[in-house]
């Protein structure tokens, strides 16, 4: 979400990352923001502050280009403001407390970035420690741009008198790092792709890239022909392939999804799955992998699409071994409208031996919701939570819950601890206390009211 004060009224929701390895990918949570008289912005989850921003160029972006977690908890700013609130003279970049040797620039008289400038790749992190180097004129990039990772140039091109990328390029992947080392290489033109560009990965800093995917784009910037696409969470234990036609852009015809479990120098497939495209439409029967599928986490959904949207039964699978043991699912309206209805089983995004199961209404969890534990040695399945969803649809948790917290486990060296306490309208309210259920310990008091 791109939104400047001066257009933002009341209260929006954006998307941030949360990274968890080694046994997860990156996996998207939704982030409250609220924006005070006093041009306070309060970044906040279930209930609980992360970071407050008192914003004095209005003009600003209000999510200032955060991206995940790490950086709401972590990365600031520091300069001066002009008369009008503008940003002038040095600023610099704060992260975790430190500020970051030769990262940030200047900001001319009137607030327009000039000159040198060190900044963080847009999804920096504790795993993504990779910046970009290059000239600012009248706040356009200009001239030749670096990508540095691990005190190494590792990409770049160069930016015309208009701002735009032209020739051959080097770019580093969306979500770049440490664990997910994606390079991509071709040419601009005016700020377009063009030509032939190909996906280049690797899994050690020490070792060479070696190419796993690309295609072509047209003159317009349109991808067209064979492409091998690589998924958003790519990375070590998510080595996930698209592969398929695009015409104008779109996706057309049959896809395959495919996984595969890099050793050494060599690529074993263990996973295929995929479906059809009409005009970049999903349509027809669809076998997907789950959005933190992984090898410790090999879920796929199966069922139907029409005209992009999910319809009718979809189930829940996880290979084990070799084999599907369906775990879940539930409705989709067949008014192609693609929402939830009816009974859920929901597999839980940190747990797979955790489900959730309740009823949505237009895409909406509501009423009563149930957690369970399946023990993994013995196969039994106990409830150890639950709680309410209001019943007007905005999916907001009321009253008294139980929920699982941590990597909630059996085992000798693991725990299993509940969080519980009230919510009022979404927000956890009061104390909240957590409990080892095996030996009915109280472990830690908070509260929530101061």
Known sequence: MNQSLD??????????????????????????????????????????????DQIKDTTTDIQQNLTNLEQLQHLEWSGIYGENNQKIGIWKTIWKGQTLNNV???????????????????????????????????????????????KKKIGGGLYNQLGFKNGKWIELSDGFSSQSQVILEGEYKNGKKIGIWDIFCRNDKRKPFKQIGGGSYDIDGMKIGRWIDFSDEFYIETYVT????????????????????????????????????????????????????????????????????????????????????????GSYDEGCGGMKIGQWIVVDDENQQITHIGEYKNDKKIGRWKILYQDKSTQDTKQIGGGLYNEEGEEEKIGYWTEQCGDFQNGMFSQQITNNGEYKNGKKVGVWVKININTNERLKEINYDN
């Open 7 to 52: 257009q933002f009224e009341g209260t929006q929701k954006f998307d941030a990352l949360i990274w968890d390895y080694p046994k997860n990918i990156p996996k998207r949570i939704k982030i409250q923001i609220t924006l005070t008289k006093n041009q306070q912005v309060t970044y906040s989850r279930d209930g609980q502050v992360l970071r407050i």
């Open 242 to 329: 698209y592969n398929g036609e695009y015409k104008n852009g779109k996706k057309i015809g049959k896809w395959d999804i495919k996984y595969s479990q890099p050793h050494l120098n060599e690529v074993h497939q263990i996973f295929s799955g995929g479906g059809s495209y009409d005009e970049g439409c999903k349509n027809g029967n669809w076998i997907e992998m789950d959005d933190k599928f992984n090898y410790f986490r090999q879920q796929t959904h199966n069922g139907e699409y029409k005209n992009g949207k999910k319809v009718g039964r979809w189930d829940n699978y996880q290979n084990y071994c070799g084999k599907n043991k369906k775990i879940g699912g």
């Open 104 to 150: 940030g620039g200047w900001y001319s008289d009137v607030g327009k970035k000039l000159g040198l400038w060190k900044l963080l790749i847009h999804n920096y992190w504790s795993q993504a420690q990779a910046f970009q180097s290059g000239e600012y004129s009248n706040d356009e990039k200009i001239g030749a741009w670096k990508y540095i990772y691990d």
